[in-house]
């Protein structure tokens, strides 16, 4: 890519700007057009409203937390049912941000939006079961929701026994919840295969699908295969509370340690079915905002599918505590390590890929630099929890609130803002102020770290977690990491308003405003009801040579290679090529 003005005569394509007709979001209106919408973009926008929504009750809960253990005889619950009301809102806090946001976030959200524009299709393969998947969401947040205003929850967001089977709260009505949502699960992720499977253009192999695509695909094998286990699980814990059969419950005959090997077996794929999706996010944002081809791009498309599968294989190590042999330790340990090799993978390919890149430190650059950073840490620490020896001492304390927050909010979370900033002038043909979201990503970056650093150090000297009230000497600690999380969610408030902002007085979009290649930079922003007027041509997505910015429209362009004009052929005419800025 080159700075300057475009060539006189060069073959220029440019979608340009959609009219009110064409676009998605104006093609129909009123409420029932969006209701009962078959068009995987609106869908898509739905769920981005709906997750959005979880997440901001997820939060305000986890701000409650913070807030109470501000003090070392909590500063919120008061009264003799002080711990149990704490308990509530940290169970919910933990099972509304896994099932109802984590899970579901990038996959249903961008992934619906995304995959068949990436594709160059019309929609996914099955749109009436998508718009389903979304109605099966919807119900199973109710059901959550419901919980939350009847008698609460009371059992971790793991819902382990026999807490959940003593326990007078809603547990029945929270896991008939996860259970609908995992239905939504495996419905979006049957439609991502046989959509990646059957309507990938002509001319793009497997080895020529944008990385997101494959991180797609890899997440929705680990949906369809691992989610049955958690739904059939719950359904025995319902026949449990309901009948006292006496599955898990010692009770009654049962087995606990049964429900921790059924529910991990699930739970540990499922950190890849949260992680998987950001991985794809990062690998396409660190390639353009670097506007450098991707490194290793099948080591990266491989190390996917090599995590979905060896995620099925190392649930025990959640459970060295539980009275495993020597044996079996071992081999969970050994598994354990050989999971991270992929994704080391993937962090050395990151940074070979931005080394002498042209970087330009867009808000989704800054998200996606800070992502490797954090997710960095949350896999470093993971070794101290895979070896044996450590994690008899950190098992159950804050050691293990931090690491798995690092993965997953420094991760998911963190991947997600990035990628909903990237593509969002694609989404919404409005782009948002650069100043207002770099000083989103700095607050959440400085407020993250400084929440959950000192929770490593609180696990390390003992604090364990779950625990309402606290020795004074963890006092200190506990009150940096509160300031930190009040630092954070003032760092998502900047950036939420920067987003709503933009759709009221954000300046138009181009087709390409950062110089992707992939296809859903083809299309006009917002795309059409119809996303292509005709099939694009498919080309390497991380193959940047043929565009070029055009600063008297501030867009980026392609330049067809056929008649991309070089100095040689005009020297009158022809710009010289600057170092690109862009």
């Known amino acids: 890519m080159s700075a300057g003005s475009i060539p006189p005569g060069a073959n220029v394509r440019d979608p340009g700007f959609p009219t009110a007709s064409e676009s998605y979001l104006t093609n129909s209106k009123g409420f029932l057009s969006w209701a009962f ?28 937390i913070r807030l109470h253990l501000l003090q070392p005889d909590g500063a919120i619950f008061k009264g003799a049912e002080a711990n149990n009301h704490y308990n509530q809102v940290f169970t919910l806090h933990g099972a509304i941000m896994v099932f109802l946001f984590i899970i579901p976030s990038v996959p249903a959200a961008l992934g619906n939006f995304l995959v068949p524009v990436m594709l160059g299709a019309k929609d996914v393969a099955f749109p009436r079961l998508n718009l389903c998947s979304f109605y099966l969401w919807v119900f199973g947040a109710i059901f959550f929701i419901c919980a939350l205003f009847a008698s609460g929850l009371d ?3 793991t819902f382990y026994t026999p807490y959940s089977t003593t326990t007078d709260t809603s547990v029945i009505l929270a896991t008939s919840g996860a259970f609908v949502l995992g239905f939504s699960s495996i419905f979006t992720g049957l439609n991502f295969i046989v959509t990646i499977n059957t309507m990938r253009p002509p001319g793009m192999t497997w080895f020529r699908m944008p990385l997101f695509l494959w991180a797609t695909y890899a997440t929705s094998i680990i949906q369809v295969l691992a989610t049955p286990v958690l739904g059939i699980t719950l359904l025995l814990l319902i026949a449990e509370r309901a009948m006292h059969i006496g599955i898990f419950d010692p009770e009654f005959n049962g087995d606990p340690v049964t429900f921790q090997h059924f529910f991990w077996f699930y739970s540990h794929p499922a950190v890849y079915i949260m992680i998987l999706p950001a991985f794809g996010i990062i690998s396409d944002l660190i390639s353009v905002h670097s506007h450098k081809r991707i490194f290793g791009y099948r080591f990266i498309a491989y190390s996917s599918i090599a995590i979905a599968l060896l995620g099925f294989l190392v649930w025990g190590h959640h459970m060295f505590t539980a009275g495993m042999s020597s044996l079996t330790t071992i081999v969970f340990s050994a598994l354990t390590f050989t999971v991270s090799v992929p994704s080391a993978i993937k962090v050395f390919n990151w940074l070979a890929t931005m080394y002498k890149g042209s970087i330009s430190l867009t808000t989704p650059m800054c998200y996606a630099i800070s992502f490797i950073f954090l997710f960095t840490i949350g896999g470093l620490t993971g070794l ?11 098992h159950d304390t804050y050691f293990v609130v931090a690491h798995f927050h690092y993965v997953m909010v420094g991760g998911t979370l963190v991947a997600f803002l990035g990628g909903v900033f990237h593509w969002w002038p694609k989404m919404f043909g409005k782009l948002f102020n650069e100043t207002g979201g770099r000083i989103s990503a700095l607050l959440v970056f400085l407020g993250f770290n400084l929440t959950f650093l000192p929770q490593f150090v609180l696990g390390s000297r003992g604090m364990p977690r779950r625990y309402a009230t606290y020795d004074p000497e963890f006092a200190y600690l506990h009150q940096m990491s509160t300031y930190g999380a009040l630092l954070l969610g003032f760092g998502l408030v900047v950036a939420l308003f920067v987003l709503l902002h933009s759709l009221f007085r954000g300046k138009r979009s181009p087709a390409n405003p950062w110089g992707g290649a992939t296809l859903e930079w083809h299309c006009t922003s917002p795309p059409p009801f119809y996303n292509f007027e005709r099939a694009p041509a498919v080309g390497d997505p991380y193959d940047f040579g043929d565009l070029e910015w055009d600063a008297e429209n501030e867009r980026y362009v392609t330049i067809e290679p056929e008649r991309k004009l070089v100095p040689d052929e005009h020297p009158e005419t022809a710009p010289a090529h600057a170092e690109d800025s862009h």
């Open 384 to 394: 101290h929890l895979g070896t044996l020896a450590t994690d008899m001492h950190l």
């Open 155 to 157: 059992t971790g967001w």
């Open 37 to 64: 919408t078959l068009d995987h973009k609106r869908i898509g926008v739905m769920y981005l409203i709906g997750v959005t929504s979880a997440f901001t009750i997820a939060g305000l809960l986890a701000m409650l």
